[in-house]
């Protein structure tokens, strides 16, 4: 008898094992003004309850022990308390605020973090916002979701904001200080990361879009043996170890060329689905105002698939999601690499106007244009407090209601005047103006023949620039910023460059990279 009651009281405490990700933790910022959702898994057929303040939702666990609860839209505020309870297992999470929730995603520029930013050291000091809260996705690429991570929700603090994304963090910063509400930050960027690991692969493929990118890496799944590789390299460091080795005994330098372990492929950043599956997964469905992502270095030499790729990433992510076309802003490509003294083409410009294009094919998206704010010399560029304020421009004016300018002007339209072109600009509430000196620099223009040259320009009025060149009698089109530095100066009165930009639609460096 004693053994039969000892039997179902063993029993009794395994149906009541109950897990949450590590979304739900203390600390944690909720979405205001949205439903509430909370999910985890318990045992098979478990009765779970979910209670938020004077809320309490019964659920039930499926077949595979899963289970979601949704709880009605809170107002900004806190702090709160979610018991979560399956029989006799109980999960308290404690300190929970409620107020507007951002995921920062992409890739090195968005991981980049306030230790390595302008200011860093005084930046930090100030880092006291008791209201913000942070949370950091680690690097995970794999084929198969994730539903969980290694991590948890912090306060930020002047201990703590050091290691989390610059952008992120003085992004979060300017929404907090202007809307006074709770602030929650999801940070699952990887540096270098291509933008096919971001999106479902199922999708990729029944686009017919990305076939020979697929191939590719069908080809390298399908003969990459890490093992292997790892045993060469063992071999090949064992080999470089014997004459280092030799030249110390002889007293000579240590030779170069020491070899470097293999990065695996199939776990890297690139392969198309890992970071949808390690890195986002996890966080899909957790209520988020919106994105703003950091990302396109990586996909440059590709920039006319981006056009197709860059879109159907973020209808990815929002049919997922499941709460409709949420915000998604970006970071247009700084200024890199060596500046040129002759208009030339530029994979780097193109990949700026496929991300420009995405404005025209998706609702509630923006973008920061910084081709002011890079170096030539570093991919890397530290200033990342005003690429924050410009993605802080697009959600306080779209998401938040400020009478604000949020856009940098964007070519609208030209007209040839005799040997000139008069381009007319969007300002989008703001007018054109120029940097440095009055004369405008960034402008070529070519006739039939598709030669560019440097051309002269003035601004014609809040909204028209004239461009023209004695070397081009007949001009049929212009570009603007065209390069990968650009030394480019036309502005709105903000401070916000133009967009870079070309009248023409001819064939660009990278039309034919699949």
């Known amino acids: 008898m004693f053994a039969v009651l000892f039997a179902c009281l063993f029993a009794g405490s395994l149906q009541a ?15 205001r003004d949205m439903p509430i959702f909370i999910w985890g898994q318990a045992d098979k057929g478990a009765d779970v309850t979910v209670t938020l303040g004077d809320q309490k939702v019964n659920v039930t666990a499926n077949d595979d022990g899963r289970w979601k609860a949704e709880l009605k839209s809170l107002p900004a505020g ?40 302008n200011d860093a050291d005084i930046e930090k000091l100030t880092a006291n916002f008791p209201k913000m809260r942070l949370i950091t996705v680690p690097q995970v690429g794999t084929q198969e979701p994730q539903d969980n991570f290694n991590g948890k929700w912090e306060i930020c603090t002047p201990e703590t904001v050091g290691s989390f994304s610059a952008v992120g963090y003085f992004f979060g910063r300017q929404l907090e200080q202007t809307l006074d509400v709770p602030i929650g930050l999801i940070d699952n960027s990887w540096g270098g990361s291509s933008a096919e690991a971001w999106v479902n692969r199922d999708l990729l493929r029944e686009s017919g879009k990305f076939n020979e990118l697929l191939s590719r890496w069908e080809k390298t799944e399908a003969t990459y043996d890490h ?21 110390k005994a002889a007293g000579k330098p240590t030779p170069g060329g020491r070899p470097n ?13 890992n970071l949808y599956n390690g890195v986002l997964n996890p966080i899909i469905g957790y209520g988020i105002r919106g994105v703003i992502w950091y990302q396109g270095e990586s996909n440059a030499g590709r920039a006319y698939q981006y056009r197709d790729l860059f879109p159907l990433m973020i209808e990815n992510w929002r049919n997922d999601w499941g709460q409709g076309d949420f915000p998604f802003y970006w970071v247009q490509l700084a200024d890199f ?16 106007e496929a991300q420009t294009m995405t404005l025209d094919r998706l609702p509630k998206t923006g973008e920061a244009v910084i081709i002011d704010l890079g170096e030539a010399e570093d991919i890397h560029p530290k200033n990342k407090q005003d690429v924050a304020k410009r993605l802080a421009r697009l959600a306080l004016a779209n998401d938040y209601g400020y009478k604000i300018v949020s856009q940098s002007p964007r070519y609208k339209s030209m007209k040839v005047d005799r040997d000139a072109i008069v381009l007319e600009f969007d300002t989008f509430g703001s007018q054109l103006d120029s940097f440095d000196t009055r004369a405008l620099q960034g402008f070529t223009i070519a006739g039939e023949d598709k030669k560019f040259v440097h051309a002269t320009a003035s601004i014609v009025d809040a909204k028209h620039v004239r461009v023209a060149s004695p070397e081009v009698k007949q001009p049929v089109a212009v570009r603007y910023a065209w390069a990968d530095n650009p030394v480019a100066n036309l502005q ?12 023409d639609d001819w064939d660009g460096v990278t039309k034919n990279n699949k």
């Open 261 to 273: 372990p293999p990065r695996n492929p199939l776990t890297n950043q690139h392969r198309p689905a």
């Open 492 to 503: 709105n009165v903000q401070g916000m460059p133009v967009t870079p930009f070309r009248t």
């Open 337 to 352: 690499r060596p500046e040129k003294d002759q208009p030339a083409e530029s994979d780097w410009a193109e990949l700026r």
């Open 17 to 31: 094992e109950l897990k949450l990700p590590n979304l739900f933790t203390d600390h944690m910022v909720l979405q």
């Open 78 to 117: 806190g702090p709160h308390e979610v018991v979560v309870r399956s029989g006799d297992s109980e999960k308290v999470i404690s300190d929970v605020l409620v107020g507007e929730v951002w995921v920062c995603s992409g890739q090195s520029n968005m991981q980049w973090d306030v230790n390595s930013a």
């Open 227 to 247: 093992e292997k590789a790892m045993a060469q390299y063992r071999d090949n460091l064992a080999a470089w170890q014997k004459k280092a080795d030799e030249a």
